[in-house]
């Protein structure tokens, strides 16, 4: 079976005055179907930058990303955006919740946009939301969860669509050990019963043990 996610010579330069820096220098990875990826490194190894590379988020790179058997390296950005919509799921540190719209709301949107019908996104959103202890929160707005609850939503938000691959940057670094240990499992959990890939940023060597394999990024190289 192909890999879902294949990076090759992957390099990224920024330019600060008369300097080049540079943040990732070329990295190869892959990541097959189904399979819990651990990206391991301390703040400033390029972590976020590779993640934004895969998840098709910036422009400024160099090299190839595989997605599925599509290139997705240069593609031009309606079909980024499509790439992104049909194959992508994103957790972030900070859980980026939509303010005025309540948690089922939150994981309803994202399926809205890829045209799936509104009774059928709200079944979705709310079996996601319930298998995540969230069943009796659905009608809450983001500021009416804790934190731990707002980051169950964004993993729902994640999974809504049944994304073939994860892409989860420090998914539990604003939250304390105890709720991030087990709002780690539940995302674990979930996205192994959905049958999703996932490729997850973090410097908790403790979390990546937990994952199927670590990899380790320091200074732009991959370990």
Do not use: W
């Not at 290139?71 to 955006?81: H, K, Q």
């Not at 979705?124 to 939503?153: I, K």
């Not at 940057?169 to 959990?189: K, S, Y």
């Amino acid at each position: 079976m192909n890999d879902i996610l294949k990076v090759t010579g992957l390099c990224r330069n920024f330019i600060q005055g008369d300097e080049t820096i540079e943040v990732l220098r070329g990295v190869d990875l892959a990541v097959a179907p189904g399979e819990i990826v651990a990206l391991l490194g301390p703040s400033g190894s390029g972590k976020s930058t590779l993640l934004q590379a895969v998840g098709l988020l910036e422009g400024g790179f160099q090299g190839s990303i595989m997605i599925g058997d599509e290139e997705a390296a240069n593609l031009p950005s309606d079909g980024r955006t499509r790439l992104r919509r049909d194959a992508l799921g994103f957790v972030y540190q900070f859980h980026h919740l939509l303010p005025d719209f309540s948690a089922a709301e939150n994981v309803i949107l994202p399926q809205m946009i890829r045209d799936v019908e509104p009774k059928a996104a709200r079944a979705r959103a709310e079996s996601l939301l319930a298998s995540l202890g969230l069943g009796h929160r659905l009608t809450h707005r983001p500021s009416q969860l804790s934190g731990g609850e707002q980051q169950r939503v964004a993993v729902a938000r994640a999974l809504a669509n049944r994304p073939a691959l994860v892409l989860a940057d420090e998914p539990t670094g604003n939250l304390d050990e105890h709720t991030a240990d087990i709002v780690f499992g539940e995302f674990l959990r979930l996205v192994r019963e959905e049958g999703s890939a996932a490729l997850v940023a973090t410097h908790n060597e403790r979390l990546a043990k937990k994952m199927d394999r670590v990899l380790r990024l320091h200074e732009g190289v991959l370990q």
